[in-house]
């Protein structure tokens, strides 16, 4: 029927997957349909849960988008929020289809994001529930231009089952233009309220030496050094060498760039002390013993460093 509109679930990991969402939706808008997807509601929630899974009830059909993470993990059946909603579908004998990333793509990913895009701690458990997507429909993607294209074809079957009740209009002098206008608006609003809960919820939550990540980055910025006229500050300097420091610092092999020389304020001070005090904090650790001093980032600074580039803070370096 030409003018049913079918709702379409869309469900996926939110922080590594948030621009191919985002095509996700705009493809199912411009293919005439309506995109269904709780946004605003923080897994781990049963009460949001249930609004979800009725929510899945009341769409057409279910869609996964599949990258490099298995998501957050529900405490009781220890299997990710993402995989319960999938499972939901499917026991519910929900028509769904999946667009899975291909290796290629996360390898680009994991280059552009880190370990943000990818599964560190239940790589099994991603494997498991990639097997089961895999049995179903599925299409590969390596970019956003292959979920629109993916999206659209696969809407296009099933826009003609009978059985897919979909949405009508009630009125045909609605105009269904501002409607999806509408739809895209808050799909967009959604998201962003999305973003800034997250980031909300990640500064409350206790990280770091018993501390959350807003009072860790207030301890080291209050630890202060002068270079000549300049005062800089221990989380200033672990910014600054967070890249370096990932992939290995050799204090004795290092050479000053010209951008250093402006940080350092033209001072000629030796910072192995500063380094050792970043040591002291358990985000970096000295992995050789004189001549050949080397410092990394400890697993705790990794995912420090991390979630300061991805939380985009607005700290002068």
């Given amino acids: ?46 009460s949001q849960m249930t609004v979800i899974e009725r929510w899945i009830d009341e769409s057409d059909i279910y869609l996964l988008i599949l990258g490099g993470r298995y998501g957050s993990i529900d405490p009781k059946t220890k299997k990710s929020y993402t995989q319960l909603e999938y499972e939901y579908a499917l026991s519910m004998h929900k028509p769904l289809f999946a667009v899975v990333i291909s290796e290629k793509a996360l390898d680009e990913k994991v280059k552009i994001m880190g370990r943000a895009a990818m ?23 390596d970019d956003k231009k292959d979920i629109k294209i993916a999206i659209h074809e696969t809407l296009s079957d099933f826009a003609f089952r009978k059985e897919l009740i979909g949405w009508t209009r009630g009125d045909k002098a609605i105009d269904t233009g501002l409607l999806a206008e509408e739809i895209a608006r808050l799909t967009k609003e959604n998201s962003v309220l999305r973003e800034k809960l997250a980031i909300s919820e990640s500064n409350l939550s206790p990280l770091y030496m018993g501390l959350n990540y807003s009072q860790f980055c207030e301890l080291l910025t209050k630890e202060t050094y002068t270079f000549g006229f300049e005062v800089r500050n221990l989380f ?6 967070g890249e370096r420091l990932f992939n290995g610092f050799n204090y004795y092999r290092y050479e000053r760039s010209v951008e250093d020389d402006d940080f350092f304020a033209g001072a000629n001070m030796d910072f192995y002390y500063i380094l050792m005090d970043l040591c002291k904090y358990k985000i970096v650790k000295q992995t050789n013993t004189l001549p050949n001093n080397e410092f990394r980032l400890t697993d705790e600074g990794h995912n420090f460093y991390l979630k300061t580039l991805v939380l985009k803070k607005d700290y002068l370096v």
């Fill in 236 to 241: 200033d300097f672990f910014l600054r060498f």
């Fill in 1 to 46: 029927m030409k003018d049913k509109k079918l709702q379409i679930f869309v469900s996926s990991t939110y922080l590594d997957l948030k621009e191919e969402r985002q095509a996700a939706v705009e493809a199912i808008l411009s293919s005439g349909h309506i995109p269904a997807g709780m946004e605003l509601f923080d897994a781990g929630d049963e």
């Fill in 119 to 141: 599964e560190d701690q239940n790589p099994k458990l991603l494997k498991k529930f990639k097997s089961i997507v895999l049995s179903n429909l599925i299409k590969p993607w």
